[in-house]
């Protein structure tokens, strides 16, 4: 859930008041608000809530009404993997201009036909009229018996992502530009796929000390993790996998922006203890045809620090990507 | 979360799409789409969403920011209580136009007032720009061991109602009118009480058969009971208690209108089999200071009859309270 609130400053106030609110079901709760998601009862019941906003996460001209629902259900369903949690089921609310038409119908089946990819059911809805934007809100419920955390990072620890990052980026800045973006970037924002089966199996060897999925850009994930785990994140620009559609569209550093601020690649960042990524990395690849890439290092101290290809270190700031900025800029 | 559905042939599409989707993880889920919320694992984890769209469901110029979190809260609160489940925490999305101000810790300080009342927690928000309307999602999270449904109302049950009917519709005419609502009517409206701790002890007295709120208005959700059970109901006009503020402020029959027609009472109805809710009424009344009041029974066939004043008895529409109209009117 922790997407929507975003790293900006402009929410550190919600935050602090989501945080400072009494937890009075405390023996209910496992995991409470500030992860993403929350964890409730004996069963590890996995919850997160997930808004999609028109104008401000999608635009109506750049997707279909399938791919809105399908990106918004993607979404909620990358935070269950993010805790490595087993998808169950999604709830739905919508509120959309014309509630009766084949638009609501056509993003309902963008929602069912996510569902059904990750083996989940649809568990209830709410449909109402909207004056304004489309809104899209899904609540994904998942089940864990013992949840990653953003919490379990130690100095030592290394930190790997799953897949190649700055494909969603690369087309939003071609359809800001009045461009067409390319297919593979276009697929990288509209179709994102969870990375649900790849987190559970990575949960399942051990050795994974914290996981989260990026939604924010690698920068902005990188520093929930350093904040949570009281640790410092070195991460290695060489060693960031630019996704082919970032990379040919823009230079070499330009394709590193985009996977370090660009959002919404819904990828996993997780921590490991040493060696245990590259005993993982071969079985991983073969097994779900997706890269496992070692990115940096977990170290004392505080912060996300950038390795650039010169060697120097530099802090990276944590304003990571916004996604109130879509409109105005 | 059917409110949000409502009875309106506008959403029929919807709701059968709803229902026919695959349900793919039968065994867990122990209530699907269609009753007041789902049930889900052995630990009966009961979940609900409640989405309340500015311009649809109330306006800015009707309420305060923190009774609008309030009110969000309690309608999905009120789901809880409808299927006898205990309220253990909420999660909020809200989407608004100006996030970083006021508006929005004050909205949010509704939400955690009402999930104080009934000692929820709060799990988790998002919070985004809105382009357009203020837009709070709430989702409702509860637990019960034995669930009460919509189907359980067999003929030969008799219908009751808790506490009394039309005062938030009182409120809206009052508005729609350029008028200033009576006080009651207008905390009716912006402050409703969900009937957490009366489902509670009603349903753990035995003898209730099907319950849901009243979200509807008492013909729609009458309408919901007879559908979901294959039963009819017929409820005596004279019978239904009217909210003083509905019966001052318009004649008997426009009263009985509010009650019939008006929305968003979020009080219970509930069916039980015959004797028991008379056996109950005067300890309920006096532990809870709410009325029980016997408004109707069950009877074989199907639809909502009213018996009017007069003895006759008519076929009532089940068109109920359409959010949908709100603006449009």
């Known amino acids: 859930m922790d997407p929507g609130l975003g790293p900006g400053p402009e929410f ?3 935050r602090s008041f989501l945080r400072d609110l ?5 023996d209910v709760v496992r995991v409470g608000p500030g992860d993403d998601c929350a964890v409730i009862g004996t069963e590890g019941i996995t919850l997160t809530i997930d808004m999609a906003v028109e104008g401000v996460h999608f635009r109506r001209e750049w997707l279909t009404p399938e791919e809105i629902g399908y990106r918004a259900a993607a979404a909620a369903v990358s935070d269950l993997a993010a805790m490595a949690a087993e998808p169950l089921g999604l709830l739905v609310a919508l509120a959309i201009p014309a509630p009766d ?3 609501a119908k056509q993003v309902m089946q963008g929602v069912a036909a996510l569902a059904r990819s990750v083996s989940a059911t649809l568990l209830g809805g709410d449909v109402t009229r909207s004056p304004g934007p489309l809104v899209v809100d899904i609540v994904a419920v998942g089940r864990t018996a013992q949840p990653v955390l953003r919490s379990g990072a130690a100095p030592g620890d290394e930190l790997w992502v799953t897949g190649r990052l700055g494909g969603a980026a690369a087309a939003v800045r071609a359809w800001r530009s009045g461009d067409q973006p390319a ?4 697929e990288a924002f509209a179709r994102p796929t969870p990375r649900t089966a790849e987190a559970l199996w990575l949960a399942a060897q051990g050795g994974v000390t914290a ?3 990026l939604s924010d850009g690698l920068a902005g994930d990188a520093g929930h993790v350093a904040t949570a785990s009281r640790v410092g994140v070195v991460v290695d620009a060489a060693a960031v996998p630019i996704h082919a559609a970032a990379a040919t569209a823009a230079t070499d550093d330009d394709g590193l922006a985009h996977a370090l601020g660009g959002g919404e690649d819904y990828e996993l960042l997780l921590a490991a203890v040493a060696g245990r990524g590259a005993e993982l990395a071969d079985e991983f690849r073969t097994r779900f045809a997706v890269e496992l890439t070692r ?4 170290v004392e101290g505080s912060g996300v620090w950038l390795r650039q290809r010169s060697g120097a270190v530099e802090a990276m700031p944590l304003g990571g990507y916004d996604h109130m900025r879509m409109e105005e800029e």
């Open 12 to 14: 550190d106030l919600i």
């Open 22 to 26: 009494p937890r009075v079901s405390g």
């Open 101 to 103: 038409g084949d638009e």
């Open 183 to 186: 297919p593979a970037a276009r």
């Open 211 to 213: 996981m989260l999925d």
């Open 295 to 298: 990115i940096g290092t977990v």
